[in-house]
């Protein structure tokens, strides 16, 4: 019997595959047989990695962010001619999010958010995609004057929505790349801008909080 640490470089070597699977077929219509073939593995194998297909599904879940994350850090500790990390993302986004297609994997958890599992997963990583973007509009903000337009909490819950926007869109036909790429940039753009119309006030402020999934 493997180690634990076996297992474990086992895992991190199969996930990504793993997640290309529930990527193509969503979570209903893999089925482990696919999954097991994909990884070039027998049923078994993966059996010893995790305990069911939910279990698999619950880690692509979290690869999602773990995977845009890891793209984020390598793009950042790259030198970026003076511009900030959050304008370095924005950037990038507008010319390659979604490329993978990993958005799939969220939208098929929907349909589940009944299982208790999937939802808690489903939240926590929607709640990690946007703690990383809020520290990336609070240190563009800390550099810029002006009252915001929107608090930096709620402009990085915007950033999610528009990135889920351009998703639906690219599934449905709706914008072309090039639209896309100007609704990530201008509108992104937006939600980065220090200036605007007056800071919102205290009380809406307070509201705006009870609604964090941190």
């Given at each position: 019997m493997p180690r634990p640490s076996q297992l474990d470089d086992k895992r991190r070597e199969l996930l990504p595959v793993v997640a290309g699977v529930f990527t193509r077929l969503g979570y209903r219509r893999a089925t482990t047989a696919e999954l097991s073939e994909a990884c070039?593995?027998?049923?078994?194998?993966?059996?010893?990695?995790?305990?069911?297909?939910?279990?698999?599904?619950?880690?692509?879940?979290?690869?999602?962010?773990?995977?845009?994350e890891q793209t984020w850090l390598r793009l950042l500790e790259r030198d970026g001619g003076g511009a900030s990390s959050a304008r370095r993302l924005l950037?990038?986004?507008s010319h390659h999010h979604g490329e993978f297609g990993h958005y799939r994997i969220?939208?098929?958890?929907?349909?589940?958010?009944?299982?208790?599992?999937?939802?808690?997963?489903?939240r926590r990583t929607f709640a990690r995609f946007h703690r990383f973007l809020l520290a990336q509009m609070l240190t563009q903000r800390s550099g810029g004057g002006g009252a915001a337009a929107c608090p930096a909490e709620l402009a990085a819950w915007a950033a999610i929505g528009l990135g889920t926007i351009a998703n639906i869109s690219r599934e449905l036909g709706l914008l072309d790349d090039a639209q896309r790429r100007g609704l990530i940039e201008q509108i992104g753009g937006l939600l980065l801008s220090s200036g605007g119309a007056g800071r919102p006030s205290a009380g809406r402020g307070r509201r705006a909080s009870k609604h964090?999934?941190?």
């Open positions: 070039g593995v027998q049923e078994n194998i993966l059996y010893r990695l995790w305990p069911d297909k939910k279990a698999m599904y619950l880690a692509a879940i979290d690869f999602v962010y773990e995977f845009s950037e990038y986004e969220l939208f098929a958890g929907l349909p589940e958010i009944d299982d208790a599992d999937i939802r808690a997963a489903l964090t999934l941190t």
